[in-house]
């Protein structure tokens, strides 16, 4: 049956009588599109998979929404199913699965990891280590412990691994630079300027403070994003571009208006403190080292509650 | 499911792949978007992910070019190959050229022989010339045959002209004889670049048209007429006594035609060069003696007229044109000037007369050919040039402008 055919008799508000139940004839079809067959999965399991991968997400819902038929459909129709039955195959430990995972995978993995540490060594290391994870070195009270269980099919799966060892290696920096030795020479600090006469009342570094804290917190999501990821993170227009699925144009014509708006937000937000607007516009020539703020923190200050999602692993 | 520690608030690598993938609802999009927003760990993580994806697209691209890297490395193994089979297709193309325009040229030398008339042995020079004669007949249908041929678009240009200037293979001395006029007067080239033809007989009898034959029957009136003032030169010439030089000196007289086109012959005597009747002679000097192409010089006298003798010294060269005026030349014959007349009767030739060499006044054929080729030595500035007139006088100079009778 054709999956219009299959979505048609259904309602489009039709819930399923028992929470988290799913419509049987999508699930055939899903079946006969995916290769489980190929990798000895059992229908059965096919669908528990799919059910606890709808279940992780909620149907790419809200939490507490329960997801219609349609809604699940939608939701299935985007998984990358051969990925997701590969992936759950090699984490039972089929042995062709696993070949074909290595025939697959494996040169690439090493690649990206090369690609992620800029260095082959620390590549191939890296690399190795996730792979002997992904094998089911690690274990949990006796029982092996296989990440590719934690996939689920929403993105590719080469995808979810460059992911992973990108995670595995800024966790690894930060873990590092935590552990930096005091008797490395610290960089040098800048001091503030220490010409009087160009110096900003302290009156007017307070209300500039402000008014820009105001403004950051103004900005949305997006261009809080490109604020910290191009000033603070230092990443160039095309890493920004490719983590958002742009165009490096876009990106470009994006940051350079949030700029335009946070200027303009916050010599707004000093002629509503009682500044003229000649003297917001020469406050706003201080030099940034006087000011006593920090952006870090103001830029990553969110508004909305904090993501929701547990991290599986 | 709520988030109890730091790290469990962060999205998990799935959520941030499909994020960069947009496989994400609009809703979650956005939700992760505003924790990368406030989250430097998971845009580094989201930023070294992608960048890690564009090194695996630029390695599957070169992966994709490779198989045409692979045939290209058989280029440079291919290129000598190529050249040689080109090299043998050129080969046998001109090979097969050169048999057909064979076969042409014996034909038209039957049918030249049968048509043209018997010239009297009297008037021909000594036995030398004979054989460039006939040469130049072949040379002379050879180019008619181009002559015939450039009318197709495929014609060669170049083939002809080399014909003229390529040395012979049956020796250096015949090399330079066979490109000089021979006495028949049929040996004589002239020059058209108008109409794309490098070298066109002269003297070679056409295949007219039946319509043609009074225009023909004219112009071989005149050139009778010509023959027979040249032959009176030929007369003269050959009357000199046998130990003067000049063995094919009355050649370059014998032509047919008083054309002021220029002519193209090779150097052959080093003392005296009979020119032929053209304005134009080529000087092939050492070079073209040992068979390497040279750059010929051109001898334009200011008279218009063609110049039918020419000695070169180190220093000056002399040439008579065909009204017997004579002129010198002190730049390798780039500018003349003329020599007032200082004798009687018509001036027919000029030739350099060694001191060294004696009354003969023919050098060694070393000496010549420095002479010819520029390389002359100090022995050489001591050339005495003469003079001869239509009557067999002989008049002497050292500077090509005061003229002593002998």
């Excluded at chain 1, 008014?211 to 993170?233: M, P, S, T, V, W």
């Excluded at chain 1, 920004?240 to 708006?261: D, M, N, P, W």
């Excluded at chain 2, 030349?329 to 060694?354: F, H, I, L, N, Y």
């Amino acid at each position: 049956m054709a999956p219009a055919e299959t979505m048609a008799g259904l309602a489009e508000a039709e819930l399923p009588k028992v929470r988290g139940a799913m419509d049987r004839r999508l699930l055939d079809e899903l079946w006969r599109q995916s290769s489980g067959s190929n990798w000895g999965l059992e229908r059965e399991e096919f669908d528990q998979i799919l059910m606890s991968a709808g279940a992780a997400f909620n149907f790419g819902l809200e939490s507490g929404v329960n997801a219609t038929f349609r809604q699940q459909s939608e939701f299935f129709r985007v998984l990358r199913l051969d990925d997701l039955v590969l992936s759950r195959a090699c984490a039972t430990g089929n042995e062709n699965a696993w070949q074909h995972f290595i025939a697959q995978y494996r040169q690439p993995l090493i690649r990206a990891a090369i690609a992620i540490t800029k260095n082959e060594m620390l590549g191939r290391d890296l690399a190795d280590q996730l792979y002997a994870e992904l094998f089911g070195v690690n274990t949990r009270e006796g029982e092996r412990r296989c990440p590719l269980l934690s996939y689920c099919g929403r993105g590719s799966l080469m995808g979810w691994l460059r992911t992973t060892l990108a995670q595995r290696h800024v966790d690894h920096l930060r873990r590092s630079r935590r552990l930096k030795s005091l008797d490395e020479p610290l960089n040098e600090i800048e001091l503030p300027a220490t010409d009087v006469t160009l110096q900003t009342s302290a009156a007017e570094l307070s209300q500039l403070e402000r008014a820009i804290e105001q403004a950051l917190l103004k900005r949305g999501a997006e261009e809080r994003f490109l604020l910290a990821a191009y000033f603070l993170d230092g990443l160039t227009l095309l890493q920004i571009a490719r983590a958002l699925g742009v165009h490096e144009a876009t990106v470009s014509r994006k940051l350079r208006r949030a700029i335009e708006r946070t200027r303009k937000q916050v010599l707004m937000n000093l002629e509503r403190s009682g500044m003229s607007r000649r003297a917001a516009k020469e406050a706003l020539d201080a030099d940034p080292r006087d000011l006593d703020m920090n952006l870090k923190k103001l830029l990553q200050h969110s508004q909305s509650e904090a993501f929701k999602e547990q991290a599986v692993l | 499911m709520r988030a109890k520690t730091q790290h469990e608030t962060h999205p998990g690598a799935e959520t941030l792949s499909a994020f960069a993938e947009q496989a994400l609802s609009k809703r979650e999009r956005g939700e992760v978007l505003e924790h990368l927003a406030i989250c430097g760990r998971c845009r580094q993580i989201v930023a070294l992910a992608q960048e890690a994806a564009g090194a695996e697209v630029a390695a599957a691209q070169l992966e994709v070019v490779r198989p045409r890297a692979r045939w290209r490395r058989w280029v440079p193994a291919l290129a000598p190959a190529a050249a040689v089979v080109a090299t043998v297709v050129i080969a046998a193309y001109v090979h097969e050229r050169i048999v057909e325009k064979d076969a042409e040229v014996a034909k038209l030398d039957r049918e030249h022989a049968s048509q043209k008339p018997p010239i009297s042995a009297e008037a021909l020079p000594p036995a030398p010339v004979a054989a460039p004669a006939l040469r130049h007949g072949g040379s002379e249908k050879k180019n008619k045959t181009d002559r015939r041929e450039s009318a197709e678009p495929r014609a060669s240009v170049a083939e002809p002209e080399e014909t003229a200037t390529a040395p012979p293979a049956d020796g250096i001395i015949s090399g330079m004889f066979s490109a000089q006029g021979g006495p028949t007067g049929n040996a004589r080239f002239e020059l058209r670049r108008s109409d794309n033809e490098a070298l066109v007989p002269s003297g070679a009898p056409d295949n007219k048209t039946p319509s043609d034959t009074a225009l023909v029957n004219e112009e071989r009136k005149k050139r009778a007429e010509e023959q027979k003032e040249d032959r009176q030169l030929y007369a003269a010439i050959a009357s000199e006594p046998p130990a003067e030089p000049a063995p094919v000196s009355g050649s370059g007289g014998s032509s047919p035609e008083s054309n002021a086109e220029p002519a193209d012959v090779s150097a052959q005597e080093p003392e005296t060069q009979p020119a032929p009747a053209s304005g134009s002679v080529q000087f092939h000097g050492l070079r073209s003696m040992m068979g390497v192409p040279t750059r010929p010089l051109v001898v334009q006298l200011p008279s218009g007229r063609p110049a039918i003798s020419i000695a070169q010294g180190v220093h000056i060269s002399l040439a008579v044109d065909r009204r017997g005026e004579v002129f010198l030349s002190k730049d390798s014959g780039a500018t003349w000037e003329k020599v007032g007349p200082q004798w009687t009767g018509r001036a027919v030739e000029v030739r350099k007369k060694s001191e060294r060499a004696g009354a003969s006044g023919r050098a060694p054929a070393s000496e010549a050919l420095g002479q010819i080729s520029g390389l002359g030595t100090a022995r050489e500035t001591d050339a005495v040039f003469e003079l001869v007139n239509d009557q067999g006088q002989v008049w002497t100079s050292v500077d090509g402008k005061t003229w002593i009778g002998r």
